[in-house]
């Protein structure tokens, strides 16, 4: 039950202590947040230092820097790295040791205050490591060792990989619908509703092509646009696939896919319009995709439990695999050898996976008349 003023009366001193506890409490948790990673106190006056004069440090209890930071140290007691992006004039103790621009750097635009962050970084972990403490997150990410000027290579790789793969399929797809349209097949009915819906199956490998470029160019470096070049192109795969599934679960046709793609459309450009114009919220738009694939795969699976397809064994495989390495998204673990993370992971198990879902979409192109002669034979 709600109280009134005229019902409860609260001593004015009452209500300054209250007031005084809350603003503690607030403190404090702030206080701990700011106390990890890119918030802490070190890390933020390293980085002043370091887009100031060029070079970041960090007390330390050894002088060595494991490699990770370009520089050597000061003092036994301080580590420092410098940047070669930094326009300034390097001090007296660092002008002999004063490192040059890399190439990859330069064609990544890799900038002084990124390096900057990223030479903090790997200043506080080794200095935290060395006392034997956890590995924190920077910027919302594990810290990861630079290669060829890419901020996580391996994710980088399997990307790539992926990108391969779809490109793979999509010319193997494109040759076996060439060569089905030009068999005599006594009619376009005979060959069946998944040649029907090729041109989803093509936008499916076309858009899956693009959102793994994008992947590979976002993990190659975090910036402002690759992030949602990355994300939104992710989105769009996952509703076209969604709008995939019930088109050819349901077998519609123009009116029918109309009646689908129009709403799931409408919603995708909302939602990408909000988190563009209005708020990037990361937990939302992982919600939001998490809950459209999985209407997505429930659709597949009723579908195969009441029609019985062909290549069923094949989407039901990858239904069930896809599934299952999403676990990796959950399982957010420090990366091995600062390199491989749970998400790099679960771009390396998706590899495989595109060729055991191509076996479905190649089966369910072709005639029926044509998968029985292939059986006998």
Not at 350 to 374: E, R
């Amino acid at each position: 039950m709600h109280l009134g003023p005229s019902q409860r009366h609260i001593p004015r001193a009452a209500v300054v202590k209250q007031a005084m506890l809350v603003a503690c409490l607030l403190y404090l948790m702030g206080s701990a947040v700011a106390s990890a990673g890119d918030r802490s106190v070190a890390f933020r006056r390293c980085h002043g230092l370091c887009t100031r004069t060029g070079c970041g440090s960090v007390p330390a209890a050894t002088p060595h820097t494991k490699g990770h930071a370009q520089g050597s140290s000061s003092a036994a007691d301080v580590r420092t790295g410098c940047s070669p992006l930094c326009a300034r004039s390097p001090p007296a103790s660092q002008a002999e040791a004063w490192p040059a621009a890399p190439i990859s750097l330069q064609l990544l635009r890799w900038d002084c205050n990124a390096d900057c962050s990223y030479i903090c970084m790997w200043l506080l972990e080794d200095s935290s490591r060395s006392l034997g403490g956890a590995v924190q997150k920077y910027y919302g990410k594990w810290p990861f060792t630079r290669l060829l000027g890419m901020q996580e290579p391996a994710a980088v790789l399997f990307s790539l990989l992926n990108l391969a793969a779809h490109l793979h399929c999509l010319v193997r797809f494109t040759r076996l619908t060439r060569s089905l349209s030009v068999q005599p097949a006594g009619g376009g009915a005979c060959l069946g509703s998944g040649f029907t819906h090729r041109w989803l199956w093509t936008g499916y490998m076309s858009l899956s092509i693009n959102a793994w470029l994008w992947s590979a160019v976002f993990h190659s470096r975090d910036t402002w646009l690759t992030e949602r070049l990355d994300y939104f192109s992710a989105a769009l795969l996952i509703f076209f696939n969604l709008f995939l599934s019930a088109a050819r679960t349901c077998n519609l046709g123009g009116g029918g896919m109309v009646a689908v793609g129009a709403p799931l459309a409408a919603f995708l450009a909302s939602h990408l319009r909000y988190m563009h114009a209005v708020l990037f919220d990361y937990g939302y738009h992982v919600q939001v995709c998490l809950a459209a694939g999985a209407v997505q795969s429930l659709l597949w699976v009723v579908w195969t439990a009441i029609t019985a397809p062909a290549g069923r064994r094949h989407l039901v495989a990858f239904v069930a695999l896809v599934n299952a390495c999403m676990l990796l998204e959950i399982l957010d673990f420090p990366p091995f050898n600062d390199v491989l993370d749970a998400h790099a992971l679960w771009h390396a198990c998706t590899v495989p996976l595109v060729y055991l879902f191509y076996v479905f979409i190649a089966t369910d192109a072709q005639p029926p008349d044509s998968l029985v002669k292939q059986k006998h034979t």
